[in-house]
Each structure stands twice: as C-alpha cells, then as structure tokens.
C-alpha cells in the first residue's frame, strides 16, 4: 500500500488539474458570433489552461437541447426569457445574468441599406427579405414585430426567405439569395459584413427589447471553468467588446454607440 500512495497522488493531482483546467462548451446566440469570439480569445489569455469550446445557433433550439440534456455548460440566449425558464424548471446552476440589449438593422450586399427603411421593403424591386425564423431566433421575432408595427407585414411576408438564426439570414443577404436582411447589428458590425454593406438601425421602439441574459447550466454546477468564464463576462475587457459590436450594457441600454 505503501508503494501505491505515490501513484495514487499523482493520479489524484493529474485528475485535479483536468478539472482546474477547465473544459467547457457555450452554446451561444448567433449574433454574438464575432463579439465572443474575439472574448474568449482574451480570456484564453488570461487562463491559457481552459479549454472553452463555443457552438452557435438559435437561442430557441438551444432552450430545447438543454432540457433534453445537450451537453452544454453555459448558455448565452438572445432572449433572456429563455435562460428565466430553464432555470425555474431546474435546468441552471446560477442565476440568470443579463448581458447586453441587442439591436436590429437592415443590411444589404447589393443595396445602400444605409438609405432604406423598412417602406423600403415593399418596394416591388425587392424580390426577397431574409429574417431569421420567429418560431425559436428571437432576432427573427422581434422583425416581424416591427414589420407588424408599421403596418408592412402582409406585404413584406410573401418576399421572406427565414433562416435558422440570425447569421443563416446574414448568409442569405451576403450570398445574393435575398437582397436585404434584417439582421443583427452586432453581425452587420463586424468588419466583414461592414466591407460588403451597409445598414439602417430599426428603431427600438418598433419591437419588443432584445435583453440578452446567460446561465450556467445544472450539468455544469462542479465546472470551475464555465464559473469563471461566467465570471469574465462581468469584465472591463469582454464588457468593451460588447460594447464594439454595438450591444448596450444592462444599466446603460440608452448608450450604444450604433452609426451607419
């Protein structure tokens, strides 16, 4: 026995380390595509022994996955009604934090969006609008409630090509297959999309707020990593990039700084 307690230390140290390295996946809303990518590769600075792994989609399928036990440790929703409800059903390991309000634009590859406004997209030489799809994108719901609040609804609804969240419809604008979508303003942002096009912000009193929030999900209640990723969140540093991508902060939703 004595001989063993050596090789039993090691593996007990070698098994904690693996955990204090912190292996974790984020499901994350797909409008916060390019703003957590370039978080995570600072906090991968600051904590080079984590390993986050990050998979994008629509906050709504997530919400699905997650109770159907996706292994998934934290989940950032585009509607913050989600993560409220996964933790009442006992699916959280903290408590819901809001992170952002996002915002919605039109944007366009082969048009001045920039120009436009949502009149726009009646105009007969618009043959096809891409939103992503209100079922389960929260972007894709709150466009249909600003096409339904300025009356365009049931003239824009039959040009309307959905996607399954809101970077699928930002592919269908930069593609050609619709030619303007109405999108994320962190997407249209990012200095990709800003290349190719333009946009014109929606304004917010048209559709509900976009209040984001986030959990920690109950598969990950031991998880160190996904804690102190959740942590990073609250930071000087990953709040800046929010802020980059046009999200305003909770407390200061009135102060994003958006311009075409």
Do not use: C
């Amino acid at each position: 026995m004595i001989r063993l307690r050596p090789f039993l230390f090691a593996t007990l140290m070698l098994l904690s380390g693996h955990a204090a390295a912190g292996k974790f996946t984020v499901a994350a809303a797909a409008d916060l595509k390019f703003a957590m990518d370039e978080i995570i590769a600072h906090y991968k600075q600051d904590h080079p022994a984590d390993t986050p792994q990050v998979i994008y989609g629509s906050s709504g399928k997530f919400h699905t996955q997650i109770q159907q036990n996706a292994p998934y440790d934290l989940y950032f929703s585009a509607d913050i009604a989600y993560p409220r409800q996964l933790q009442v059903a006992g699916f959280a390991s903290s408590p819901v934090k809001p992170y952002a309000f996002g915002r919605i634009v039109l944007w366009s590859a082969s048009i001045d969006a920039s120009k436009l406004n949502l009149s726009s997209l009646a105009d007969p030489a618009i043959k096809r609008v891409a939103i992503a799809n209100p079922r389960h994108a929260p972007y894709g719901k709150r466009a249909e409630e600003a096409l339904r609040a300025t009356g365009l609804w049931d003239k824009v609804a039959p040009k309307l090509v959905y996607g399954e969240n809101i970077a699928h419809t930002a592919q269908f604008v930069q593609t050609g297959n619709a030619q303007v979508g109405i999108i994320a303003l962190a997407l249209a942002l990012n200095p990709a999309l800003s290349r190719e096009g333009k946009y014109w912000l929606i304004p917010d009193t048209l559709h509900a707020p976009l209040e984001q929030g986030f959990i920690v999900t109950a598969r990950a209640r031991d998880n160190a990593g996904a804690k102190r990723f959740a942590d990073y969140m609250g930071s000087a540093a990953a709040r800046a990039v929010m802020v980059k991508y046009g999200f305003a902060l909770p407390g200061e939703a009135g102060k994003q700084g958006a311009h075409p």
